[in-house]
């Protein structure tokens, strides 16, 4: 099964990096010494669009950002944060889910993402990933980190399980 569209089919958890994928990959300092960190809106309504169609959302991520987690938290989403070594968060995860690998999806950039991508059912790589994660991923995404790629990937998803559609409309029916 190499089809990226089967393969997202199937999925019913994603789990994104955070640096490089969520965010450009920048990080800005304050004078104070606190790093800075800007995620994307589209990204935010992504990920609500996977929720709500009862798909889990995980960030695995090698930073340690409280302000960031809480935030993501507050929606549903799952966050490990501060991971040497993020494969053991992946098993946590997909033990807790009680979910197979061909159920989970990972988006990634950078070399620490090796490890999860080579395992899932769906791997994807961000425009601005390293060659090396590239080449192991099922589909990449047009979109940059940072850029509305974790919003490209949502839809994705949801549209290879036939709920885009739909999804998109119930923001028609909604009323402030």
């Given amino acids: 099964m190499n089809d990226p569209i089967q393969r997202a089919s199937k999925i019913k958890c994603l789990i994104c990096d ?3 994928v969520m965010t450009d990959g920048s990080i800005y300092m304050s004078q104070t010494g606190f790093d800075l960190k800007v995620l994307n809106a589209l990204d935010g309504v992504g990920i609500n669009m996977l929720i709500k169609n009862d798909i889990k959302f ?3 991520t090698t930073s340690e ?9 507050r929606f549903g989403v799952i966050c490990y944060t501060g991971l040497s070594d993020k494969l053991p ?10 979910l197979d690998d ?22 994807i790589a961000v425009a601005n990933a390293v060659v090396q994660v590239k080449d192991i991923s099922h589909w990449q995404t047009k ?10 990937v949502c839809e994705f998803i949801l549209s290879a399980q ?3 559609e739909s999804t998109i ?5 909604r009323t402030v």
């Fill in 65 to 73: 950002i409280s302000s960031i987690t809480h935030h993501l938290e």
């Fill in 143 to 152: 979109n940059e980190g940072g850029h509305g790629a974790v919003r490209e």
């Fill in 162 to 164: 036939n709920k885009l």
């Fill in 102 to 123: 061909e159920a989970i999806a990972y988006c990634g950039d950078d070399l620490p993402d090796l490890a999860v991508m080579s395992r899932v059912g769906l791997s």
């Fill in 58 to 60: 995980a960030i695995l």
């Fill in 89 to 98: 968060s992946y098993y946590h995860l997909k033990e807790e889910l009680q």
């Fill in 169 to 173: 409309e119930d923001y028609y029916r």
């Fill in 18 to 20: 955070l640096d490089g």
